[in-house]
Each structure stands twice: as structure tokens, then as C-alpha cells.
């Protein structure tokens, strides 16, 4: 079985989990098999369409010298074409498929003909502009197409044990090496992501080189090479970080370099910024839906509590970037916490980043709008499109870890896994209608003395724990039940966690959302939609005293559904008043029934407003 | 007797209101006698001492070749010296004063010694800048200048009979009459004001030359020969108007002329863009306090809804323009709904203007502050304090108006009036702690047969009127209820307004009131400030359903404050939290009693935050 793993810490000196491969977790049936499904089956081959029509491969046979033209579309765009390599990688890792890997193979092949004889490789900076190379690295993202190469080499790699990607990404990381570091050309990329696929790289050569240029790239940053602001993330040594700012794909790809830098070489300083930067972003910055980034200008992160729902420009990328980067904090501090915005992220503003159909895309998501915000094909900037596919395909990936102790269940999701594990393989079935029910049925089908560590998510109130149908209490360590045990094979784990739609408030300091309550059931966000509501979305006003009913639906693909009760004003008592008595507004109001979905469920149909956060009566 | 009329429609062929004047009515006790006794004791005579220690009086001197020097301050100050002179006229209007009327005369003196041969008068167009005359119309002033001295003149010549300012104004507005006008000089103020003035001047003096000159001046707008923007209402014609737009002041100044020229002309599409813009004002853009103007940006109205609390500029000037703007629109509609805003505007955000000491003011009115902004003793640009308090002086012509059928009676305060109406002298003496009481003893003290026309507010849910003390049920027009009778010497009439503190909700489309309420009770808006509450008073949630209570009190000169009940979040709960469920919140909060006081009197103690609009728990 080749190595699969997302990242690989098996050797990683301060990481405190190991990773558990893609291979080793087949995702069954449910709300994310179902989104993987698509991206498999349709995701993939209409973007690689796309590639093509969009001219992205047409720019790699161009600089082989196989084609004729100018350069297409933005200096940026070999790496769409990357992070399709990489989605495919992962969908070839849970299931393989012959067409795909000789169509990644040929693509490939496109890649590398495209390569220098030196190893660089960047399909824009070709022909008249080779000059031009490393000369501005603060705006024209080489290093960060050289990251998303690397990641795909990688992921490739992994996938089929070939090393055709792999070696061009190699190559080209040795060219950089051989510009930049101590003693050679100073800088960083004015866009994080080359950190990150560096210290991948070194855990998949232990070639230590990589890992000092990664060290390089973060230490570079706060000399203002790049800006020196706060849109470069380079107004301050990442060590001395207190307040995550500046464009937030950027921002947050960073963060995962600087974790996963953490995990190899345990420098506090990184550690501590990491710590400041994730309280920054979660207590003041990040929308409910996970969404990160308030402002269109500069796709920035705003002030802390600016929040703004309409104007949310919450990319895609970002909350990709989020997920990845907590994904890689579990790994030096095993707490529920990280796993808690992993699956508020990926279940709510991650998730919303493709259609049903899996072929339309947000790269904005807002959390309240008029109807006129719809997904779209593709973008120009189509940076969201293979980053969401590449996500979704590796979700395998995220379910579990592992540690010297046991098996660390952070996602619930119906599943089979059979985990290497201290020279076994420890086989688990789960069964669960998660996210839309909270019983987790896991059965053991391995004999083995191991912990289970189940994440009891911070959204619950009441849940039980049964083992073998007996209820235990077992130690609750950073929101994790911890099940030590000596397994037989059979053994029955039901952990149910009380699953009600709730009614969530605002810090009120976030000014938008003052007056107004969101509903979330388990992990999902729900928005009110005008398809579903024969009222004027933005007239209602939820009656929080009302009781809250969970209906499955097998509309949009199935879901959970919620109603309650509501008012919507009397027509016109708003037309000719500014100011009324609350006492005069109540009786010149009705009652409605209103049904909410799930976030990342909407403007999947007719074209209408949307609204997060409700006016509460 | 004088003529004190504020506007005399006497001999208006499209009025349906005759004025009442000033030295008719006397305001003996409560709020607004002692306002008015303050104005006369501290403001105006700390006024005058300012006018010279800023030199506004220097600059006249200095005109009249008195004084060497180089002109001081912005090129409109010589208004503060007008408006002021038109302060103490109303003063000696209602109570003579022989040193006041002496500082007068020395004052018009010093005007009338800057005055150039030829009529021309504007301290700031002397000397060398004198070729400068009337080539800037849109920013420079000169004819709102001449605006103010005219207002002035004729209140002098009202309140004492002598001609000495008036003739001075006449003079000027002779001089302006022979430069502009059909077949003269194109253009217009780029500060409206002096519409309003000519056209008193011309009920004054019955020289229809004035009222040509009103007309032609507002005719002038909209062609572009100010600017052609909205902020100096130039964009269109004034007929074609259907939003309030631009610079607060000017724009509510020009309403008052346009009224007045609709009082003379009777020109129906006058009329009907005042509809339009009274419309748009009081359902769109006015703060709760009356306040007008949303916006710092060019002292101006916002778009629609758009009332932001924290930096409202409502400025004190713009108030005090719709006060007149809507004392002038019930001479053409007599309907409750001009004086309603005319008090709404009085209590709240006209009154706020002034500290009660007499001796500070706000420029600038916020609904919300955290306590940094507090009244000045005067300000560069100093429009705001000389114009509130000839506001504050003239208040008793604000009382009443007559009509054929009889005495209109539109602000409830303590007064005695005798008022000339058909022959005859109408003697009311009105006892009333309104508005800290809806109670309103009414005594005729003379025998006629008249109408009372009483002023329903429209804030009143319940009333009832006695007549020696047998219930009636009188007929309601236009929310005034009219007792027509054979009045008899010594007949009492009781209104009784239920006055209790309601709980008021704003419009949603206001942003920044959602989740908000205002407290009022009657016509007074309250607010909470931190000097009378031992908690932070932003956490504060209301509990609506919590019974407000009503206490008199003889702080701050003497109010009812309000105290209610309402929540404050345990400390620390919004620190690290970004969203809660509303029940982890509602286990996690303390009641408090908190104590309101009436908008107008806050940051009249130490400094410390203000809210109008609290959070609804």
C-alpha cells in the first residue's frame, strides 16, 4: 500500500499525532460520500475541460515550444492546473481508476516538457519574459506556483507511486534552492503556500534542505521584501504575530507552513504566534459559517468584530486554507478545538464553495444576500475551482489520526477504516446519518488494546457513550472521550450527541449582526432562503420562544431541514414609519412558518435572497 | 403693542394659520420658561462677551475704518453677530430690558458703521477683497449673510419699534435687488437663507420687490449656478425636488423660504415638493431626536434609512431648521403632523444643542458617544450657539396660532396668553408640568365664542378632554381636537395626554437599529448615560417586557428619568467567544435596573458613554 498520507509526521519530532492515510478510509455513503462522488465523477473531468478551454494547458505547451501564441490569462494560472493534478491524486487514492492516472500521466507530461533545463518552471515567465524571473516576488507568485507544483508532485506521488510530477517538482525545488537561502537571494513569496509544500517535501525526501529553505522563506518575512505590510503578512517577523491581518488565503496558508514548520523543528516562538493567531482569527474574526476574510479590498481579513454579513467576502480558498491550517494545529495540540473549526468550516463555508452539481463555484460567500450572487463556472481568477475539488477528494484524510496510544476519531462521517496501527491494522466500521443525526455507531473489528479518542464537538450539550451497550464515562482529555480498552473484534461504541437546532447569538460587538439570531443544528449553519418561504425573506423576524422542528428532506440532495415560527409585518406598516411602538408593531404582525437550510445548500435553485443571521422579534 | 409676530402671514393669501406673537404669550414655568430664562441670563449676554473676544464685532469695526487688522475668522461670522441680535430682540420681545435694548443699539451702530453708501454690507468683502463681491455665490455667503441681518432687522424693529437695524437690512436688500433679478444678475446663495428673510421682509414692508426677489432666488436653483450638486440643492429645480438631499441646514432653510413664498404665491408645486421632501425627511431621514443631517461628510442627509447613531451630525442648526420649516408648513396644512415634529424635534435634538448652564453647546448631535464628545464654549465656525439661542428666545411664537374660527394651540407648555383675535383679547392661562405630565389645565379668561383648537399628539394612545369638568368628545381635525363654544370667563378645560414610557422599535431598514429600542415617554426621548448606572452601560440589554417606571427627579434642573430593568452578560462571557447559543447566554447574565434621563440633558455631568438605541434583550 503506497503512503497516502495528507502529511506525512511519521517521523515529524514534535508532532504529537500521526497522520492516517487516504487509502485507509473509505467514505460510504452520506452528505461528504456523496459530495466526493461528484467531485469524481464530475468535478473533475468538466475542470479538466476547462483547463483546456481556458487555455491553462495551452500555456505549458506553449513554453515546451509545442504550441504558438501569447501567454493566457493570469501570470498565475499554472496552478489550476496543479491543484487539479492534486484533487485527481486524491480521488486516486480511495479509488482508482486507469482513465484518470493515464490522463494525469499525459497532463504531466505537459508540465514537464514545460520545464527549463535549470529545473525552473513557471509557464508565464517564459520566452521574453525569462528575464523577469525572481524579480518581483512580491506580486507575481512564482514561489507560490512553485508550492502548488510541489503539492502535487507530492499527492501524486503518493497516490500511484510514481515519481513522473514528483521529479519536476524536485528539480525545480533544487533550482530554488540553489537562488534562495542564507548567503543567496533574499525574499519570500508575497504569496504564502511554498512553506507548506517545502516542509512536505522534506518529509518526503529527508532531504533536510527543504526544510531550512521552508525555515528560510518564514524567517525572510517582516524585512519588508514584500511590501512590508500587512496585505503581504510582511509588516512583522511571523514570530511576533499577534493579530492575524492581511489577505487571508494568504494569511492562512502561511500559518500552515509555520505549523507544519513547528512540527519538524518545535520552535516555541512559532508555536506561540500559531497559538495567538488561531484566537485571533476564531474569538474576533471569523464568520460563523468558518468563512475567513471580511473585505473585499485586498480579500483582507477587517478589523477584529468587522463581520459584515452582505459585503462577507469569506473565499473559498480562505476557508480551504482554514481547514488545512487546523487540520495541521491537531497535530501539535491534539484538542477537540481545531477539529470543532475543521467541521464548522468545512460543513458550512467550505461546502458552499460548489454547487449540488458540482460544476458551478462561489468564490465569495456572503452570509446575506439579495439573489443576485450566484455560482459560477469558472472564474478568470479560478484559484477556488481545483482548490475546493483538491479538498473534498482528500477527506479521507482528515477523518482520523493516530498516535502511539490509539486512534483519534476527529470528523464523523459513515465510514470503514483499516489503520495501520503499532504493527497492526485496527479495522472500524462506522455507521452514522452525520451531520444530520448525532449517533455515531462504530463497530471494532480488529482485536487489539488500544484508545479510541472520540471528539465530543464543542457545539454539544448532552451526549452518551455506549459500549457494547453499556453507557461509560470514560476521561474527556481536550474534548476527546478517551475509550482505552482492550478491543475485540465486534465490539459495539455508540456515541450519541444530543442534536437540536439552536438558536445562536452574536458577540455584540459584531455591529451586523446586533438583533439578530443564526439557527445551527450540530455542525451545520442553516440560512433562511426565498425558495423555501412564501414571505419576503428580509421582513422576518424568528420568534425564539418557538419550538424549532428538524425535518429530513430528500431535496437537495438530502438534508435536514429546519421550521419555526416567525413574523412578518403587516404590509406597508413600514412604508410611511420610521419609528414605532414595539407595542403597535405586535399587533400588526403575522405569524409564519419559516424553513431554513443548510448554508452551503443554497442558490442551488431559483435565484433569491439568502440570510444567515435573522432579525429576532 | 408691537407687531412681535416670528412670521407675520397677516395679509397671506395662502395661509390658513394667523401667527400669535411673541409678547402675547407668556411662558411662566417648567422646561421651556426655564430654558428661556437662561438664554436671557447666561447665554446671551456670555454671547456677546464672545462675539467681541472672537472678534466678530472687531470685523465691523474694522469695516467701518474703526480698527486696523486683518479680517478675523471664517467670511460668514458677521451672522453670529445678526443672529444674536436677533436673540435679544426676541428677549425683549417677551421681557423688556433696558441695558439689552441699550447693548443693541450700540451693536446695530457698529453694523450700521460698516455698511458701504451704496447698501452693501458683509464685514469680510472690504478693502482689498471688495472686487471679490458677489463672484462667488456658491461658497462665499454674502446673501446668506445679508439673510441673517435682515432676519435681524426685522425682529429689532418688531420687538422695539425702531428702525435703525431695519433700515440697514433695507438698504442692503435694496442693493441686492438692484444686482440680481430677471434681466440682472444671474445666480443664487449656495447657503439658503436669504429666501426666507426677503420674504419677511417684504410682509414687513409690503414691497413686493422682496418677494420677487425670494422668488427669483429660488427659481435660480437647480440651473447650476451653484455648484449644480446636491449637497447645495442645485441639482434640479426646487419644484421638481422628491428627496431631501444635501447639506442639512441649507437644505431645511430653503423648505422655510419655499413655504413662506408657497404662503404668498400660493404656487401648488411649491407645495407639492414640500410634501415630497417632508415625506422623505420625516419617513426616511430623520433620527428619532428630530436630528437631521446623517452624515459628517458635507453636514448632509444620507440615502434612505441610512441613520447611522455613533456619528449622526444631526448638527444643532439643522434641528433648529426643521423646527421652522415645520412651524411654517402648519400655516399652509394645519395638521398635528408639523407640530408633532416640531416638538419631537424641541425636546430631543434642538434642545441637546444647549448645555443647561446656558454657556456650551453641540455642534454635532450623536445618539450614541462613548464620552469623549462634549459641548464647547463656542466653536470657529460658530452657526450653532448664537441660532438656538434666538431659537430658544422666540419660543413663545411657537405656542399658538389663530385662525378665523379660533386659537390653535400647538405645544403644551405653562404660560398665560392674551391673544388679539377678531376684535377681541382671547385670555388663556394654561397650567401644565408638561412634559413631565400629559395634564393640561386650560382657563378662558374671556367671554367669546371661539374654536379651541387643541393639538392631539401623535404620540398620545389615550386622552380625554374635560370642559368644566364634563367629558367631551370634540371633533378631530387633522389631530387637532376643535371645541367650539361660547366661552364664559373662568371655563376650565382639562386635556389629559396619557403619558406613559414606551418602548420604541425603528424602521429595519435603519442598519443600525436592528435589535435596538429607543425609550419615549411623550414627547421626550430618553437615553441611558454611564453617570446614572454602575454598569457598562453598552452591555446593556433591554427586557422589553419589564415594566418602565416614571420618576420625577430634581437633578439636572429638574426631569423625569426612567428606570427599567434589563441584563448584563456576566464578565468576560463576549471575550473569548465570537457566537453562543441565546441559552447559554441567558443562564450567563445579571439583571440590573437601569436609570434613563431625557436625551436633551445628557453630558451634562462627568463625561461618560451615551446610548439612545439599547440593545433588546
Redesign the interface.
Known sequence: MPNTFLINTTNSPHSKLLPVAVSEVRITKGLLAERMRTIKEVTIPTQYELLEQTQRLFNFRRAAGKAQGDYFGFFFNDTDVYKWVEAASYSLMWEWDDQLDKLLDQVIEEIKSAQDEDGYLDTYFTFEKKKERWTNLKDMHELYCAGHLIQAGIAHHRATGKTNLLEVAIKFADHINSVFGPGKKEGTCGHPEIEMALVELFRETRDYKYLGLARFFIDERGKGLVGGDLYHIDHKPFRDLDEIVGHAVRSLYLNCGATDLYLEIGDRSILEALERLW?SF???K?Y?TGGAGARYEGEAFGEDYELPNETAYAETCAAIASFMWNYRMLFAMPEGRFADIMEQTLYNGLLSGISLDGMHYFYVNPLSDNGKHRRQKWFACACCPPNIARLIASLPGYVYTKSYDGIWMHLYTENSAKIEWNNNVIELDVKTNYPWDGDINITVNSNAKFSLFLRIPGWVKEYSILVNNHEEKPEIINRYAKLERNWEKGDRVKLSLNMKP???????????N?????I?RGPIVYCIEQADNNFPIF?LEID?EKELKSIYSENLKGLVVIKGKGYIPEKDI??????????D?RLKRNEVEFTAIPYYAWANREQGPMQVWI??A
Open positions: 484566537h476564531t474569538e474576533r471569523m460563523i439552536e438558536v445562536i447569538i452574536s458577540n455584540p460587538k459584531v455591529k451586523d446586533v438583533g439578530r439570531v443564526a445551527k421582513d425564539t413600514w412604508e410611511k414609519n420610521l419609528y414605532l411602538p414595539i407595542e408593531l432579525r429576532k
